[in-house]
C-alpha cells in the first residue's frame, strides 16, 4: 500500500472523528452544492508596532503566547531581533538581539523550547520559555539555506533547506532538543526527492503522524510525505516553489509563486487537501505571488494567505487573501496598508489571525 493510499484512510478516519460530534453547523454550500460564497465580512486594524526592523516570522504557543522574529539584510548591515508577547499579541518585549545573521523562521516547538533559524545556517534555542538563548553554529556558513522547522510526537525536530549551490534538498534532525543534528540521508529514492528540490517550508500533522514537505524550483513545485519513516512524492503541476504549508487534521495548505518580479509573468498558487479524497489546486482568483498562509484553530474552515501585490501595483493595499470554507472559495481583503510586504500570518483562534510585514508592521485580522 502506498503512503498516500495510507494517509488517505488516515484523514477518512479524523474526518468521521471529527464529524460524528454534536455539529450543528450548516454546510457551507447550504443547497446548492457548495457554490455559495463566504461572508465577506473582515475586520483588519494596525497593533502597536515596536520595532524598526521588517517582521519576518511569527508562531504562537497558544492564544496569548507567542514570538516573533524581525530582520533586516542589505548591502551595508544585517541584525535579528525576537520578541515575546504574553497578551495576545497587544504588547511585546525583546528578548534577543544580534546583528551577524539573519533569523528566516521562529517556531515555538513546545511550551519552553522555541527554535530560530538564521538564513547562514546558525539555529538559535530557548529551552525556558525565552528567558536566555543559545547559538548553534554547526551548520554556519557551509552553504546550507535553512528555511523551515517542524517537530513530532517522537520529540525529533526537523529543519529543512537546501545546498545553495546544486539546489538539493536537505533536511536535519534533532533527537535532543537542538544539542545534536545529523542530516538525514536516507536511500537512493529519497537523494532523488531531493534533486532539484530547494526545501523551502514542512508542516506535521499531529492527529495523524503525517509530514509535509514542500520546495521545489521556482519552475516547479515540488511536496513530499513523509509517514512513519518512508518518504514519498506528492504529484503537482504547478509551476511555483512552495513557500509555506499549513496542516492540521485532514487539511494541507501549500503556497508559493515562482520568484520572477514583473507584473506580466510573476505567479502564485495553492496546492493542498481539505478531505480525504485527493490532492487539488486551488484557485484563489488571482495570480498574487503568495508568502505564507494559515489555518484557523479548532474545527474553524478559516484560511488566510498573504502575499505580494503585482509588481507595478503601487497603490492597493499589499496583497491578502481569505476563504471561510476550508478554500472552495476565495475573496481578496482590501485595506490601507500599502507596500506591506507581508512575510508571515498567524493563527490566534478560529478567527483571529495576526499578518507581519514590512518596517515592524503587524495587523489583526478577525473574520466575522
Request: glycine share 10%; aromatic share 10%.
Amino acid at each position: 500500500m502506498k503512503l498516500r493510499e495510507i494517509f488517505i484512510i488516515i484523514l477518512s478516519l479524523v474526518l468521521i472523528t471529527s464529524c460524528s460530534s454534536n455539529d450543528d453547523t450548516p454546510n457551507s454550500g447550504g443547497n446548492d452544492g457548495g457554490t455559495t460564497p463566504p461572508n465577506e465580512s473582515v475586520k483588519i486594524t494596525k497593533m502597536n508596532s515596536f520595532t524598526e526592523l521588517p517582521l519576518k516570522s511569527i508562531d504562537f504557543e497558544n492564544e496569548t503566547i507567542g514570538y516573533v522574529a524581525a530582520s533586516m539584510l542589505n548591502n551595508k548591515s544585517v541584525a535579528s531581533e525576537i520578541f515575546k508577547t504574553i497578551d495576545g499579541g497587544n504588547t511585546w518585549e525583546k528578548v534577543f538581539t544580534d546583528g551577524s545573521f539573519y533569523i528566516e523562521k521562529i517556531k515555538v516547538l513546545k511550551s519552553n523550547l522555541i527554535v530560530a533559524i538564521a538564513f547562514t545556517g546558525e539555529i538559535i534555542i530557548s529551552k525556558d520559555s525565552g528567558k536566555t538563548w543559545d547559538i548553534n553554529n554547526v551548520l554556519t556558513n557551509k552553504g546550507i539555506i535553512l528555511k523551515d522547522i517542524t517537530y513530532d510526537i517522537h520529540d525529533e525536530i526537523y529543519i529543512v533547506g537546501y545546498k545553495e549551490a546544486i539546489k538539493k534538498g536537505v533536511i536535519f534532525l534533532s533527537w535532543n532538543e537542538g544539542e545534536l543534528w545529523n542530516e538525514y540521508v536516507g536511500n537512493d529514492e529519497f537523494q532523488k526527492m531531493m534533486e532539484n528540490n530547494m526545501l523551502s517550508s514542512v508542516d506535521y500533522i499531529k492527529e495523524t503522524g503525517y509530514m509535509v514537505i514542500g520546495g521545489g524550483l521556482n519552475d516547479k513545485g515540488v511536496l513530499v510525505g513523509k509517514y512513519e519513516g518512508q518518504y514519498e512524492l506528492i504529484e503537482t503541476q504547478q509551476a511555483i516553489r512552495y513557500n509555506d504549508i499549513a496542516c492540521k487534521d485532514g487539511i494541507v495548505m501549500a503556497i508559493g509563486s515562482n520568484g520572477i518580479v514583473n507584473a506580466e509573468n510573476e505567479r502564485g498558487g495553492i496546492y493542498g487537501t481539505y478531505s480525504s479524497y485527493d490532492w487539488q489546486t486551488f484557485d484563489y482568483n488571482n495570480n498574487n505571488r503568495l508568502t505564507a498562509v494559515a489555518l484557523g484553530t479548532g474545527r474553524s474552515k478559516n484560511i488566510i494567505v498573504v502575499g505580494r501585490n503585482k509588481s507595478n501595483n503601487l497603490a492597493d493595499g499589499e496583497f491578502m487573501t481569505f476563504s471561510k470554507d476550508n478554500g472552495d472559495h476565495w475573496k481578496r481583503i482590501n485595506h490601507e496598508f500599502v507596500t506591506a510586504a507581508w512575510n508571515d500570518v498567524e493563527a490566534l483562534n478560529e478567527n483571529t489571525f495576526i499578518a507581519i510585514g514590512y518596517k515592524g508592521l503587524l495587523v489583526k485580522i478577525v473574520i466575522e
